[in-house]
């Protein structure tokens, strides 16, 4: 072996420092000084020494084994290759040596943590999106949230304000209950009058008594509601037969329409009450007229405004009343009363002449 920079030694530091650059051929029983470069031709394989130390004659492995030398560059041969160890707990980084190369297992970051590979360096950071960086009550209510204390986020527990409120603790879940209520609550009635439907306390139960529909009424029970509606609808009228002027004019939406009356001449209608008045304002009648024989007529004609009719005179045997609405015409002869008269029984053939042919029929006496 030769120092390569041909200098003579002085002391054993410079020595030691001059050999620290020199790159030799690696021999038996040679002494070797920390930092010291050494290439095994059988290989092909650069060695750094480790510490001060004399080959022991025999194969390089046992320098290696015993930690003298560490692989630089190159492999094969029956040198072989220097192993690596990762130090500490944690997760080891140096994975296994295959040949000479030493092979390190990646850096990966996983959300929130970030890795990025720099020329010379490596940066591991946080994101801080992935993290939660404030916490803050929402709404009006009373706050859960507290504060912090150091890093701990502090929320205020909930507690049951009367032994009618339970909380507990179910899994993941917070179960708020309300226990039975017990007779103490009650019901009451607003308003003065009218049906109650409140009927007490029935155990742990408000007990209310049920709507039901009377005449032309139904009550139909919905999903959170009642609606209370009437069936007393009448679905349509009709007018009776016999007659004109129709008051009844059909259906207008759920109502029943009529004909309203209209006055013509001489006529009034008004309202009065529950009732409709029709009256008659007078007026001038247009004629009259006799039916019958010719003889003998009531109608006498007009005078006026005023129908006139005549008047019915009674003759003998005849009697005339009024009876209420009616006039009655009566006879006043007995008959038989005067048989002895039969005599003049020749005369009957007079007895059409006029209103006393009765005597003419007395003569069928005789």
């Given amino acids: 072996m030769e120092i390569t920079n041909n200098q003579e030694l002085h002391s054993p530091s410079e020595f030691l420092r001059l050999r620290s650059s020199t790159i030799d051929t690696y021999e038996y029983n040679t002494l070797y000084f920390p930092s010291q470069f050494i290439i095994d031709y059988l290989s092909n394989t650069t060695y750094l020494a480790k510490q001060l130390f004399v080959s022991d004659g025999s194969l390089i492995t046992n320098d290696i084994s015993a930690g003298n030398l560490d692989v630089i560059a190159g492999g094969g041969g029956t040198g072989g290759a220097y192993s690596s160890l990762s130090l500490g707990t944690g997760a080891e980084v140096y994975k296994t040596t295959v040949g000479t190369q030493f092979r390190f ?13 720099n020329v010379n ?14 916490i803050t009550n929402v ?65 742990d139960n408000l ?39 129709l008051l009844y004019s059909g259906m207008s939406g759920d109502n029943l329409a009529f004909r309203s009356l209209t006055a013509g001449s001489n006529v009034t209608i008004v309202t009065s009450g529950d009732n409709v008045v029709i009256s008659s304002t007078g007026g001038t009648p247009s004629t009259g007229i006799n ?20 008047s019915v005179i009674p003759g003998y045997g005849i009697a005339i009343s009024e ?23 020749p005369q009957g053939a007079l007895g059409p002449q006029g209103l006393q042919g009765f005597q003419g029929f007395q003569g069928f006496l005789w």
């Fill in 139 to 203: 709404g009006s209510g009373t706050e859960i949230y507290r504060g912090l204390s150091g890093t701990i986020a502090e929320l205020r527990s909930l507690t049951a304000g009367s032994s009618k409120l339970s909380i507990g603790i179910s899994g993941n879940n917070i179960v708020i209950d309300v226990p039975a209520i017990g007779t103490t609550a009650q019901g009451v009635m607003l308003g003065t009058t009218g049906p109650a439907i409140y009927a007490g306390m029935s155990g």
């Fill in 323 to 345: 009876v209420g609405n009616n006039v009655l015409i009566d006879s006043t002869l007995v008959d038989g009363a005067q048989g002895n008269q039969g005599r003049i029984g």
């Fill in 291 to 310: 039916i019958g024989a010719t003889v003998g007529q009531i109608y006498a004609g007009l005078s006026g405004t005023d129908l006139t009719f005549r």
């Fill in 207 to 245: 007990s209310f008594r049920r709507i039901l529909g009377g005449t032309g009424m139904s009550v139909l029970q919905n999903a959170n509601d009642l609606t209370i509606s009437t069936t007393a609808r009448n679905n349509n009228g009709v007018n009776l037969p016999g007659g004109s002027g």
């Fill in 121 to 134: 360096d490596v940066t591991i950071g946080l994101s801080m999106s992935g993290f939660v960086t404030g």
């Fill in 105 to 117: 297992r990646s850096i990966i970051g996983d959300n929130p943590i970030t890795v990025v590979e």
